[in-house]
């Protein structure tokens, strides 16, 4: 199986005259963790959402271990394995921490729909769930109500729900997106433990996230692709100094 899980060929996007993706050609490498960086508005929303499918591309062609995924469905592309975590936390506030991670794993036993079904059926679920718990820093909370949990830890509980879905390649939006410092801390190490034998595809802001847990990172400007590389390169490049921060003077740590 190629080294490479995901590869974009001129991908584009257009809307009304406004190219916001153009001619971006990406390739993320199995069990990395790849940052997808970029001042506003420089099109890394919009290239996670054509690659799940939540936009069309213009044109330029989507691959996923080799297979063209261009055209297919936003639920297609879940079942081959892409699972995607979003900026706005998403999880069932009046479920508890148990319930969300058991919603997530229910897609294993087939039974997603069938709401006439015992809840019973779902406690053979309890044990990988409360594993995926662990795993995130969160088993002593298992019954806590999630709605009562402070924002970095909701940030946890959507990985583990993410994990869930038994991801081949994990899409994380600007995961520490609205944390303070002790919160930003913890998830970048969280991600850096789940990252282990997993792929992650992440649109991330904090530059210090990104020096620490980042194996390669694409730069986009305008929606196209500035700089591609290893942090210590790409924050060294006067192009992406100047994208940022509008001069060649200095490094870029500044940058959030």
Same mark, same amino acid.
């Given at each position: 199986?190629?080294?490479?899980?995901?590869?974009?060929?001129?991908?584009?996007?257009?809307?009304?005259?406004?190219?916001?993706?153009?001619?971006?050609?990406?390739?993320?490498?199995? *069990?990395?963790?790849?940052?997808?960086?970029?001042?506003?508005?420089?099109?890394?929303?919009?290239?996670?959402?054509?690659?799940?499918?939540?936009?069309?591309?213009?044109?330029?062609?989507? !691959?996923?271990?080799?297979?063209?995924?261009?055209?297919?469905?936003?639920?297609?592309?879940?079942?081959?394995?892409?699972? +995607?975590?979003?900026?706005?936390? %998403?999880?069932?506030?009046?479920?508890?921490?148990?319930?969300?991670?058991?919603?997530?794993?229910?897609?294993?036993?087939?039974?997603?729909?069938?709401?006439?079904?015992?809840?019973?059926?779902?406690?053979?679920?309890?044990?990988?769930?409360? %594993?995926?718990?662990?795993? &995130?820093?969160?088993?002593? =909370?298992?019954?806590?109500?999630?709605?009562?949990?402070?924002? *970095? +830890?909701?940030?946890?509980?959507?990985?583990?729900?993410?994990?869930?879905?038994?991801?081949?390649? =994990?899409? !994380?939006?600007?995961?520490?997106?609205?944390?303070?410092?002790?919160?930003?801390?913890?998830?970048?190490?969280?991600?850096?433990?789940?990252?282990?034998?997993?792929?992650? !595809?992440?649109?991330?802001?904090?530059?210090?996230?990104?020096?620490?847990?980042?194996?390669?990172?694409?730069?986009?400007?305008?929606?196209?692709?500035?700089?591609?590389?290893?942090?210590?390169?790409?924050?060294?490049?006067?192009? &992406? =100094?100047?994208?940022? =921060?509008?001069?060649?003077? *200095?490094?870029?740590?500044?940058?959030?």
């Amino acid at each position: 199986m190629s080294d490479i899980i995901l590869q974009t060929q001129q991908l584009t996007k257009e809307f009304k005259g406004f190219t916001a993706v153009s001619q971006v050609n990406l390739s993320v490498q199995r *069990g990395s963790i790849h940052a997808l960086i970029g001042p506003n508005g420089a099109g890394k929303t919009t290239c996670f959402n054509l690659l799940t499918k939540f936009l069309e591309p213009s044109s330029g062609t989507i !691959l996923f271990n080799g297979v063209d995924i261009t055209r297919e469905r936003p639920a297609q592309i879940a079942r081959r394995g892409i699972i +995607r975590s979003f900026q706005i936390s %998403a999880v069932f506030p009046h479920l508890t921490l148990l319930e969300n991670v058991r919603l997530g794993l229910q897609r294993s036993l087939g039974t997603s729909y069938h709401f006439w079904r015992s809840e019973r059926t779902l406690h053979q679920l309890n044990d990988r769930a409360l %594993a995926l718990l662990a795993e &995130v820093g969160l088993e002593d =909370m298992a019954d806590e109500v999630t709605v009562n949990l402070p924002y *970095g +830890r909701k940030r946890a509980l959507e990985i583990a729900t993410t994990l869930a879905m038994e991801p081949e390649l =994990m899409l !994380l939006d600007e995961p520490t997106q609205g944390m303070g410092h002790e919160d930003v801390h913890r998830v970048t190490q969280l991600i850096k433990k789940v990252s282990a034998g997993r792929t992650i !595809l992440m649109v991330e802001h904090n530059m210090s996230v990104i020096s620490n847990i980042a194996d390669t990172i694409t730069v986009l400007q305008r929606g196209a692709v500035l700089a591609e590389g290893p942090y210590a390169e790409v924050s060294r490049n006067p192009l &992406v =100094m100047e994208a940022y =921060m509008g001069t060649t003077d *200095g490094q870029l740590q500044g940058a959030h």
